[in-house]
């Protein structure tokens, strides 16, 4: 297929910026609290997800989410969490009458009262916790989903890192890096494409990039780089879109300080 055809989603057109120094990078910081085992409760298997009444009562209609005090209710008896109260800007979600202030004090003793199972049992937790313990183990749960890591994209989806793994083959199959560093003394920008696979798989596509500016453009053609392939390892080779320091400042036009590119980028797969 040629250049002009069909045009994966994930390398979409960009705009970057970068700031004089190196490429900063950030890590997750996740934290694991204690907990204790499962024990038969309230719900009889804690493995399996409650059918209680009560559960049902303390369910927010709004984020669905289990509610903690204060518990708010409209004047017909609706209750709501006081997050979702704020949102939906004090209007009952259910009948639409005004809420005011009305605490419901009786669902806030039931919900003292009970023992519930981690929200994140899907993933693996086993436990239960008193009720507002639960809510605080949640917090910091070591099974509680991780968020997608693709750079570049607000991807919502979240799940355990097996699932994440394939989704980031599936749906994210390519990744766009951009990174600035040195070639003796000249600063310089680099942009390439790494593949969610390995380096045969790779070889099956051809990309190109393109920056463009103050009427001008810079197009680069290759090959994407599987992620087998270390990061200094691609940027060692040099095997992406260079643009020197000066040249990134005339294609951001301005006052030539600010530096703002703009890079777009095809794949199209070689038959």
Not at 13 to 20: I, K, Q, T, W
Not at 61 to 78: A, D, E, R, S, T
Not at 91 to 104: F, K
Not at 234 to 243: A, N
């Amino acid at each position: 297929m040629s250049p002009g055809g069909r045009f994966f989603e994930d390398v979409a057109e960009s705009h970057v910026a970068f700031a004089d120094s190196d490429v900063a990078t950030s890590t997750a910081d996740l934290r694991a609290s204690p907990f204790r085992k499962a024990a038969p409760g309230l719900f009889g298997n804690p493995g399996m997800p409650p059918n209680s009444n009560v559960h049902d009562l303390l369910e927010c209609p709004v984020c669905m989410n289990l509610m903690c005090p204060p518990i708010h209710q409209c004047p017909n008896g609706h209750t709501l969490c006081s997050s979702c109260k704020v949102r939906v800007h004090n209007c009952c979600p259910t009948c639409r009458n005004e809420l005011g202030n009305i605490r419901c004090l009786a669902l806030e003793k039931v919900a003292e009262s009970l023992d519930l199972p981690c929200r994140h049992q899907i993933y693996g937790c086993q436990d239960i916790f008193p009720y507002y313990s639960k809510l605080k183990h949640e917090k910091t749960c070591k099974y509680r989903p991780y968020s997608c890591p693709y750079a570049g994209a607000e991807c919502s989806v979240t799940g355990d890192i097996q699932f994440l793994m394939m989704h980031l083959k599936n749906d994210h199959k390519f990744c766009l890096h951009f990174e600035a560093f040195h070639i003796g003394t000249a600063p310089v920008y680099m942009a390439f494409l790494r593949f969610m696979g390995d380096d045969d798989e790779a070889k099956q596509f051809t990309y190109s990039l393109e920056v463009s500016g103050s009427g001008r453009k810079l197009t680069w053609q290759g090959i994407p780089r599987s992620i087998r392939d270390s990061h200094r390892k691609v940027r060692d080779s040099q095997d992406g879109l260079i643009i020197q320091r000066n040249l990134a400042l005339f294609f951001s036009g301005g006052n030539r300080q600010e530096l703002k590119l703009k890079v777009a980028g095809r794949i199209w797969k070689e038959h």
